[in-house]
């Protein structure tokens, strides 16, 4: 897959780099990424694909713009509130790289349509607010064998992995979490809080990650949970073991 003129130049800074070059470009331009959520970390995580040179970005939100997001979710301007958030997101996205084909999925992740929805897509990138959409995208994703970097931000701190289980290698998400906690027990970003530059760092950091699984280059996240601590200018990176006996992906499970 040759690159015209124009991405010659757009992606030039891509291109002298031994890692990517022309060959990893094109394949960042063949890639199909879903971002679940179009909020704090799905706005910089869409940004950079979109900037990247991702072929196919698809948002899937049904929320609409608030003034509350504005201080967070860099996707949108003041003129966006009161639009959904796929149409003002697809917007941004074109204006910044026309070569981008933006799905809009203005609708919440169900049970009922998660399947269909990521059927189309290479990599899914959760950048969801709460732990019943993460389960399901979770288990949709390896239902499906569909690679999964996952980004959560609260008050000051993050969390990134990618989950890739259907490798047979890697662990799971459920081997970290078996379940969703409580309904109750933990509060969302409307409840304690978020600095907004903080999920800046995560949905970049994220945007990395989607690059890196589709272009395969470094080392991955799949098996390793990082963590960032934004007060303390801290990352730490946790090693998590598959476990065999893990309900969705254990050795007893067909």
């Not at 809009?104 to 709460?130: K, M, Q």
């Not at 027990?185 to 530059?197: F, K, M, P, Q, W």
Request: hydrophobic fraction near 45%; include cysteine.
């Amino acid at each position: 897959m040759s690159l015209n003129d124009d991405e010659l130049e757009r992606y030039a800074r891509h291109l002298v780099l031994r890692e990517i070059g022309g060959q990893g470009q094109a394949r960042i331009r063949a890639a199909k990424v879903l971002v679940i959520g179009a909020g704090g970390l799905g706005s910089p995580l869409a940004l950079y694909l979109a900037a990247a040179g991702v072929g196919t970005l698809g948002l899937v939100d049904d929320d609409t713009v608030s003034l509350s997001n504005l201080q967070r979710q860099i996707l949108y301007r003041t003129a966006d509130v009161g639009r959904a958030k796929v149409e003002a997101g697809a917007e941004a996205l074109a204006a910044l790289n026309p070569g981008t084909v933006v799905e809009t999925h203005p609708v919440r992740l169900t049970a009922d349509n998660a399947a269909a929805l990521l059927a189309g897509y290479d990599i899914i990138a959760d950048g969801s607010d709460n732990f019943v959409t993460r389960f399901l995208v979770h288990d949709t994703a390896f239902a499906g064998a569909k690679t999964l970097v996952s980004a959560a931000v609260t008050e000051f701190d993050g969390q990134l992995a990618t989950w890739k289980a259907h490798d047979g290698i890697s662990p799971c998400y459920r081997c970290l979490f078996p379940a969703p906690p409580a309904p109750g027990t933990v509060g969302n970003c409307s409840e304690t809080g978020v600095l907004g530059a903080a999920a800046g760092v995560m949905g970049s950091l994220q945007a990395l990650e989607v690059l890196k699984e589709i272009t395969s280059i470094g080392t991955g996240l799949a098996g390793r949970l990082l963590i960032y601590e934004a007060l303390s200018a801290r990352f730490r990176t946790i090693t998590v073991p598959r476990d065999p006996g893990c309900d969705l992906c254990g050795k007893n499970q067909a």
